[in-house]
């Protein structure tokens, strides 16, 4: 290296044959670039470079050598060649999967491994195989009530010819053109003389939920004291349709739930398979009116009669009682097959 240290006195000038200060020691480039250097180097500070001989271009020229110098820091290791079939590796790339899928779970990289499979939920098929059940329930229902309607029907019978039908039983209307010839119409003249106009009858006719009904209504007057002396009769019968329960049993309930002064109720023995009478009394200062009925429930049939009668004086309870179930008997007669 060349060039002298400073002076110690900065303000003193230069003297003759001395260095210039201001072109500094270490700076000093050597004579040619790419000098061979030999020895110790003291000029890298804090032994940022190591002790001992150096060989070759003076690092400290930049470009100088520095490929030479850095190439000869880097170890060199022996490149492997790739197997046989496998594409060669390129540098600085992780390596190629093997062929085919890797089995699951497998990393194929470090650090990154495959994601889980995706779980399948089980609640669609549970709502899938619910609504199938209850598709499979309902034509199931639907052929059994189908089925059913065919053989109660018997091919087309208006639901009271065929079998096994609810509404088919040992009665039927089919015979039955005019109610009122069911029962003799004439027995109100025990109470009143006068027949009040022609008995008024109505049959209506079986349909595929109702199994038909008669119906009649008489009336007989008379004078009397204050020409308030009467007798009616009122007839029903009905039939048991396909839906539905028997008449017979509203008519019950409202007939001898209620209790009372003049009021009585029970029950008649041997006819049909049910039978009640209720009477109800009441006794005015001019007349006496009484309402008598008694129905009945036999196989398929309802049927009801009910007597009023207004008369001056009580009426004789035991022969309304007779004379209702007598007609009774007659409408179960007619209508039997």
């Not at 398929?300 to 207004?310: C, E, F, G, Q, T």
Request: aromatic share 8%; net charge negative.
């Amino acid at each position: 290296m060349t060039g002298t240290n400073p002076p110690h006195n900065r303000d003193e000038p230069a003297q003759s044959g001395q260095p210039n200060e201001t072109v500094q020691w270490w700076s000093t480039p050597p004579a040619s670039a790419g000098t061979p250097v030999t020895g110790t180097e003291p000029t890298v500070l804090g032994g940022g470079r190591p002790q001992g001989p150096v060989t070759g271009t003076d690092p400290t020229v930049l470009g100088a050598g520095f490929d030479n110098y850095v190439g000869a820091s880097q170890p060199q290791y022996p490149q492997q060649a790739p197997p046989p079939g496998q594409p060669q590796q390129q540098p600085g790339y992780p390596p190629p999967p093997p062929y085919g899928n890797p089995p699951y779970g497998q990393q194929q990289f470090p650090g990154r491994p495959y994601p889980p499979p995706k779980k399948s939920s089980a609640v669609p098929w549970i709502i899938g195989g619910a609504v199938g059940l209850v598709v499979v329930i309902g034509a199931v229902i639907g052929i059994a009530v189908l089925a059913a309607n065919s053989d109660d029907n018997g091919g087309g019978g208006g639901g009271l010819t065929g079998k096994g039908n609810k509404a088919e039983g040992n009665y039927s209307m089919a015979k039955a053109t005019n109610a009122c010839m069911l029962v003799d119409t004439t027995v109100l003249s025990k109470w009143a003389p006068i027949p009040d106009g022609a008995p008024e009858h109505t049959e209506r006719q079986p349909t595929s939920y109702d199994g038909g009904s008669l119906e009649c209504k008489a009336s007989y007057t008379g004078a009397g004291k204050y020409g308030d002396d009467g007798s009616d009769l009122d007839l029903e019968a009905d039939f048991q349709g396909e839906y539905g329960s028997p008449s017979f049993n509203t008519w019950k309930q409202m007939d001898t739930q209620t209790s009372g002064s003049g009021r009585t109720s029970g029950t008649i023995t041997g006819l049909g398979q049910d039978a009640y009478y209720a009477a109800n009394e009441s006794i005015y200062s001019s007349f006496t009116s009484l309402d008598y009925t008694c129905a009945v429930l036999d196989s398929n049939l309802s049927a009801r009669v009910k007597l009023s009668i207004d008369t001056p004086s009580p009426t004789n309870k035991q022969e309304v009682d007779t004379v209702c179930k007598d007609e009774l008997k007659k409408v179960l007669t007619s209508l039997h097959k």
